[in-house]
């Protein structure tokens, strides 16, 4: 993973470089405690960017309230492009916790609304915890209730690399144990779906970007990947756009149609053939 790399046309000035360099010894040394003391406007947001810089260690920055962790967040995002800047806050839009009113006999039901956009956000802190080292996590007090062991949730990860062996129906039931919904029609974040073959995740740290994967009997079979950085690596960068939209287009119209123009080109895959395997013909329905 790359380092922690500030991006800022800014350099540290006045106090900054003196303030920079003590916490960041400090910080190597082991110290517990340290204050940074400036006034509105004085900086403080760059300089502990630069003692993140400095120090190179995943680190932790935690705000009064959902507003000032926002703005943070905004910040460091900004100064820190090429690493991963995530936000952890509380993912409730309103929460009533159960009561009761002796006075009255009344019980009050525990009632909360789930924003899911945060949820999806706070997913995607942890998952970046847990599969990188260049994280910064924005977080309110939210970040020190309970959330279950780190040992648990590595548990429920489910690792996919490409040419790795793995039985589909596994797969499909370790998904269902992690709690994700199969739907084959409204796909959405927490959900699969499967077509024969091709299996579609779409992660729950993810808003937009839904994972396929494709078999060749107990193997992921992710051709078009290894073609298309091929293609790059090549310089032949008109030519590896054209293929990824065509093939994907290709693959969508499948999908739904069980056709597309040019199907004959995915036919070793259509048959299960291996690669440089010729195609069937019809000197193939002769007897021997």
């Known amino acids: 993973m790359p380092p922690f790399k500030l991006v800022t046309p800014f350099t540290p000035k006045g106090d900054q470089p003196q303030a920079i360099a003590k916490l960041s010894k400090g910080i190597i040394q ?73 006075t009255t006999d009344t019980y009050i039901e525990k009632d909360a609304s789930i924003n899911d956009d945060i949820d999806k956000m706070r997913h995607s802190a942890t998952r970046s915890l847990l599969e990188r080292k260049d994280v910064i996590i924005v977080a309110s007090v939210s970040c020190i209730y309970a959330l279950g062991s780190p040992e648990s949730y590595q548990g429920m990860l489910i690792l996919m690399e490409n040419e790795k062996e793995i039985v589909r129906d596994d797969l499909l039931s370790r998904l269902v144990e992690i709690q994700y919904e199969r739907n084959d029609f409204d796909f959405h974040r927490g959900t699969f779906r499967v077509r024969g073959d091709v299996v579609e995740i779409f992660p729950a740290y993810e808003t937009d970007t839904a994972i396929r994967l494709e078999f060749f009997g107990d193997r992921i079979d992710l051709e078009l990947k290894e ?28 999908e739904e149609t069980g056709y597309c123009h040019g199907v004959e080109n995915y036919s070793r895959h259509l048959d299960g053939r291996m690669p440089g395997q010729p195609p069937y013909a019809l000197l193939n329905y002769f007897p021997e």
């Open 227 to 254: 073609r298309y950085d091929y293609l790059i690596s090549q310089n032949k960068l008109l030519e590896a756009q054209r293929i990824k939209e065509r093939t994907n287009f290709d693959l969508e119209m499948l």
């Open 30 to 102: 082991g110290k517990k405690h340290q204050v940074l003391l400036g006034i509105t406007g004085s900086g403080k947001t760059f300089t502990m960017a630069n003692v993140i810089e400095q120090v190179q260690r995943p680190a932790l920055i935690m705000a009064p309230n959902k507003a000032l962790a926002a703005q943070l967040f905004s910040e460091f995002k900004e100064l820190f492009p090429e690493n991963a800047v995530e936000f952890f806050i509380s993912y409730y839009d309103y929460y009533q916790p159960e009561a009761y009113l002796p």
